[in-house]
């Protein structure tokens, strides 16, 4: 099994996507958590049409592993996705 991971720089924006064909679910949020799963931010997602949603997280300025987690609700039934998010420092010289 191949588990999702997202690169991103630390103190930069996640835009997280989720794209769901078929049925829209009827309530859609989108949390970032730290490794040991403490929220850090959970917004609710925007619509881009067609099935499309999207959220944007601001990453800690801390390098890490994180977790962006989508809880959809669909005809009463919840689904969960997770993709890991890795956030690089720079470093000056």
């Given at each position: 099994m191949?588990?999702?991971k997202v690169?991103?720089?630390a103190g930069t924006t996640l835009r997280a996507t989720w794209?769901?064909?078929g049925v829209i679910p009827s309530s859609l949020t989108s949390a970032l958590l730290?490794?040991?799963e403490t929220c850090i931010s959970s917004v609710a997602a925007?619509?881009?049409g067609d099935g499309h949603f999207f959220a944007l997280h601001e990453i800690p300025t801390s390098g890490g592993w994180?977790?962006?987690q989508w809880i959809g609700i669909i005809a009463s039934?919840?689904?969960r996705d997770r993709q890991l998010v890795q956030a690089h420092?720079?470093?000056v010289d």
């Open positions: 191949r588990i999702p690169e991103v720089i794209v769901n064909s730290t490794g040991s925007i619509s881009s994180y977790i962006n039934n919840t689904y420092r720079l470093e």
